[in-house]
């Protein structure tokens, strides 16, 4: 199962223009992938998806981060639409915080620092 997975995934499958999986250009595209892909999905759920992409437009990057971890470990995303979203935001979220910490917004360093200590558990 996990093989076939992965070579969907690898292979393109999904909701893209193209065929493949949507991959945002911006915080605020994986915004919107993010609140689209859980639109179906249950109460809280929908709620983090929402919470992370208003987070995300916002620049509430503590938030976003906190919303989007509360999706992955829930343990209830079921789709690879899902995933790819989590996935998407989470790239294009660390993303900014980079462009920020640049700019010098020591929040936006906080939470790099804090979305590192999450990535090594």
Same mark, same amino acid.
């Given at each position: 199962?996990?093989?076939?997975?992965?070579?969907?995934?690898?292979? *393109?499958?999904?909701?893209?223009?193209?065929?493949?999986?949507?991959?945002?250009?911006?915080?605020? *595209?994986?915004?919107?992938?993010? $609140? @689209? $892909?859980?639109?179906?999905?249950?109460? $809280?759920? =929908?709620?983090? !998806? =929402?919470? $992370?992409?208003?987070?995300? #437009?916002?620049?509430?990057?503590?938030? !976003?981060? &906190?919303? &989007?971890?509360?999706?992955?470990? /829930?343990?209830?995303? /079921?789709?690879?639409?899902?995933?790819? !979203?989590?996935?998407? /935001?989470?790239?294009?979220?660390?993303?900014?915080?980079? %462009?920020?910490?640049? @700019?010098? @917004?020591?929040? !936006?360093? =906080?939470? %790099?620092?804090?979305? =590192?200590?999450?990535? #090594?558990?």
């Amino acid at each position: 199962m996990l093989v076939l997975l992965l070579s969907a995934v690898l292979s *393109g499958c999904g909701g893209g223009e193209d065929g493949g999986l949507q991959s945002s250009k911006s915080v605020d *595209g994986a915004a919107d992938h993010l $609140a @689209d $892909a859980f639109s179906d999905s249950n109460a $809280a759920l =929908k709620k983090h !998806a =929402k919470e $992370a992409s208003d987070a995300m #437009r916002k620049k509430k990057y503590r938030t !976003a981060l &906190i919303s &989007i971890q509360e999706i992955k470990l /829930s343990g209830q995303v /079921s789709s690879v639409k899902e995933g790819a !979203a989590v996935r998407d /935001s989470l790239v294009n979220l660390e993303e900014e915080l980079i %462009y920020a910490i640049e @700019d010098g @917004d020591p929040n !936006a360093a =906080k939470t %790099y620092e804090l979305l =590192k200590r999450i990535n #090594r558990n």
